[in-house]
């Protein structure tokens, strides 16, 4: 994916929002040599954050007529208005070594045999998981097959078909689930509550007394 930035010359909280109030976004560009100073288009920037690629691909980033490859690292939005107050981008090269969070893509879950012939459901534990690898490995997403999933099993990290160039954080886990099958759950018929009736004596005395109070 491509997109074009600005130099952006004025910084502080005040340019900020002014540039904001201008419909666009201040970010900054780190790695590989000096900071730079960034701005972007407000629009053009929010769109392509509701797409996957950008999150998790390499970016070539225009800058004053030179294009660099880049990472997203961080962005802020609006705690409630649709708006992005800043964003932050890693200059990469092929020699680059990172860590980055990339989404699950689950196949053949109608497929498998907990679902097809048990007629099991299949809980999605993680939806993404971060990697290590050299920047120009780094897949856009990682393919979860749940094809050969029976009643009762849980498919796991090692179970994944990863190239041999890239490596799980597992951050201290050893080998966590990605996915598990579980058994639907059965609704329970609640009961009607029998309300016993009122007497009619009781019930005027009662209406009696309240209209003298």
């Avoid at 419909?23 to 560009?29: D, E, N, T």
């Avoid at 392509?48 to 998790?56: D, T, V, Y």
């Avoid at 932050?88 to 498998?112: A, G, W, Y």
Wanted: net charge positive; proline share 5%; with cysteine.
């Amino acid at each position: 994916m491509k997109f074009v930035a600005y130099e952006r010359t004025l910084q502080g909280t005040g340019a900020s929002r002014r540039l904001r109030i201008a419909g666009k976004v201040p970010g900054i560009v780190y790695g590989a040599g000096e900071p730079a100073q960034i701005e972007l288009d407000h629009n053009a920037l929010y769109f392509a954050l509701k797409k996957e690629a950008f999150h998790a691909s390499i970016l070539e980033m225009e800058l004053n007529g030179k294009t660099d490859k880049v990472l997203l690292r961080d962005f802020q939005v609006h705690p409630w208005k649709q708006l992005v107050l800043h964003v932050d981008f890693q200059r990469v090269d092929e020699r680059t070594r990172i860590k980055k969070k990339v989404p699950l893509h689950f196949i053949n879950e109608e497929n498998s045999p907990a679902v097809k012939t048990d007629k099991q459901l299949i809980n999605h534990v993680a939806t993404e998981l971060e990697i290590e690898c050299l920047a120009a490995q780094l897949p856009e997403f990682i393919t979860v097959d749940l094809g050969n999933l029976e009643k009762g099993q849980s498919l796991h990290v090692n179970d994944l078909k990863l190239d041999k160039n890239v490596k799980v954080v597992l951050r201290g886990k050893k080998n966590p689930v990605i996915a598990s099958v579980a058994a639907p759950v059965e609704e329970e018929e609640v009961a009607p509550v029998a309300v016993a009736p009122v007497a009619k004596g009781k019930a005027a005395k009662k209406n009696e007394k309240q209209n003298k109070k």
